[in-house]
């Protein structure tokens, strides 16, 4: 991915793994929120701050979790599997970054597509989840 001083569009796939489905449901949103609010103001909002470039309009997040149907699930990971941004599956653009957060859902046996990042919201006591997450990154 580009550096934050860049302006090229960021680009690339995350996953980010939470403690619980209302926590990952809840930071899905919170960032998607951001994330429209950055890009409805041009960039004003943030004027000056480090962030601004990493909130751009062209990444989005979504939420996957254990509970969801697995076709549902399946549906979530194929639009990071196409990687590029845009909006959540179903609702557009092919560029940017995209980042799925997620609870009980994507671990051992999963087929997740290669990623750039993996982000721990939570401190993991299990060695093994964490070498797992970082071995999909590599």
Do not use: Y
Request: charged share 25%.
């Amino acid at each position: 991915t580009a550096p934050c001083d860049s302006d090229a569009p960021p680009n690339g796939r995350a996953v980010a793994f939470c403690s619980s489905i209302a926590a990952s449901r809840k930071r899905a949103a919170c960032f998607e929120a951001m994330r429209a609010a950055f890009s409805r103001q041009k960039g004003e909002l943030f004027e000056g701050l480090p962030v601004a470039p990493v909130l751009a309009p062209e990444m989005a997040f979504d939420h996957v979790d254990g509970s969801m149907r697995q076709w549902r699930r399946q549906q979530k990971l194929d639009w990071l599997r196409q990687g590029g941004g845009g909006e959540a599956p179903g609702r557009g653009a092919k560029r940017g970054a995209r980042t799925l957060c997620n609870a009980r859902c994507l671990t051992e046996g999963v087929d997740v597509p290669a990623l750039s990042a993996a982000v721990f919201f939570d401190p993991k006591r299990s060695p093994i989840d964490v070498a797992q997450a970082v071995g999909r990154i590599m």
